[in-house]
């Protein structure tokens, strides 16, 4: 760590670190071969132009032993230790500053070590070739990204715990979205009635919301907050709900047991979703990729049983609605799935229509429809943040018939 300057990242690497060693071979892993690496940038359709500026990494790496070293201990954590979490990988250190512009290579590198892992599961679950590229596309979305704009292609720390994702196979795009093995992590339950088809969402027990429905956050005004109940006793499940909108109710509704069965809560199975950008957000793809994800799932993944796709993103604010026009994809997509608030950032909107959030609204560009509608709003008297989650249970895609709002509420 001396020796590449990145002593202030020991905490995150040394973990584990003395076992990674021991099992790493005299000089040069053979990772960084050219010969391994053509056939590494086949499997994971790494365009032809990056390339030769990977194999400078590689030679960059491996003339240096510390460098050799770091990067062996990087590809043993991230397919080789039986302790992998993927939180460690986003806190270890950029290597731009030890090693130069190949350094921003250097964790692509370490996760093209593990294309025959990822081989191993797609084969062993058939997965269509034409998924692999599809998935795979993600490198070069985020190669092209960095280059624009900074000159040079790099894999932050971030992004190869993130990839890291398709490389061990739980991650898989279908047409426009991303689905990914998960647990539920939000504080909702739903329910669903057998006679009637209704689906009712209730927030969990002691979820601060403010008035208007939102998460009460860290700084909001807390007039007019409350508390979310939730109980079961009696045969009767009693909370407070949760509409289709994306804003939950200050009131209790009751389901009776015999009537209402719980098909969603905390820590079940599910399928998360992921948009990756890159390509516009076609409402008609976007449904393509649920339909394809029914079949996907239960044939290559039978023993995979999911309760509902689920997401939390920019995407699914409310405030959209409220300068977007009603035949726009953002919205078209957000009247499909059943919206809840999970307590979005005020400028977690504005940083993705911009980059980053403007300092002065009045000399942001305007280059997009978003960008004028979400700046036309503003100077209109603001815009109120709102929703960022979505479920969708498997029995209610129905892409086009809007489920969720066109059902009746059981009260």
């Known amino acids: 760590m001396q020796r590449l300057d990145i002593v202030a990242s020991r905490e995150a690497l040394e973990a584990d ?6 099992d790493a071979p005299d000089g040069p892993p053979s990772f960084l071969d050219p010969e391994y690496l053509a056939y590494a940038c086949e499997v994971a359709c790494v365009p032809e132009e990056f390339r030769p500026n990977l194999l400078r990494a590689a030679e960059v790496v491996g003339r240096n032993d510390a460098a050799c070293a770091l990067i062996w201990h990087a590809h043993w954590w991230m397919f080789e230790s039986d302790d992998f979490r993927f939180e460690r990988v986003r806190s270890w250190p950029r290597m731009v500053d030890a090693l130069g512009e190949e350094g921003g290579l250097f964790y692509l590198l370490a996760l093209l070590s ?16 034409e998924i692999v590229r599809d998935t795979m596309s993600q490198i070069v979305l985020y190669l092209n990204m960095t280059t624009e704009k900074q000159g040079f292609a790099e894999v932050i720390p971030h992004l190869a715990a993130w990839l890291m994702n398709h490389l061990r196979g739980v991650i898989y795009k279908l047409a426009r979205l991303q689905f990914q093995f998960g647990d539920s992590r939000y504080r909702i339950r739903v329910f669903r009635n057998d006679a009637t088809g209704q689906v009712v969402a209730l927030s969990e027990d002691g979820v601060r919301f403010r008035a208007d429905g939102q998460i ?4 909001d005004d807390p007039t007019g907050a409350w508390t979310a109940h939730l109980s079961a006793e009696g045969g009767v499940v009693e909370g407070s709900p949760i509409v289709p909108t994306g804003r939950a109710l200050r009131r209790h509704v009751e389901l009776p047991a015999d009537g209402w069965r719980q098909v969603l809560a905390p820590g079940d ?25 029914l079949e996907f799932f239960p044939r290559h993944f039978p023993d995979y049983r999911f309760n509902a796709f689920m997401c939390g993103s920019w995407i699914l604010d409310t405030a959209i609605q409220q300068f977007m026009p009603e035949t726009s994809n953002l919205v078209r997509f957000q009247r499909e799935v059943y919206l809840f608030p999970i307590g979005l950032s005020d400028t977690s909107l504005p940083r993705a229509i911009f980059d980053e959030v403007p300092e002065d609204l009045s000399r942001a560009p305007r280059d ?6 979400y700046l036309d709003a503003m100077q209109a008297g603001g815009l109120v943040t709102g929703g960022g989650g979505l479920f969708l249970l498997p029995e209610d895609v129905n892409w086009g018939a809007q489920v969720y709002l066109s059902q009746e509420m059981p009260w």
Request: hydrophobic share 30%; net charge negative.
């Open 17 to 22: 670190w003395a076992q990674s060693q021991a």
């Open 216 to 219: 009460l956050r860290d700084g």
């Open 114 to 129: 593990g294309v025959d892992h990822m081989r191993a599961i797609h084969r062993e679950h058939d997965i269509p070739d």
């Open 368 to 373: 997009t429809t978003m960008q004028r509608g």
């Open 269 to 293: 199975p599910v399928l998360h979703i992921h948009i990756p950008g890159g390509e516009p957000m076609h409402y008609d793809r976007c449904g393509r990729s649920f339909e394809m994800a």
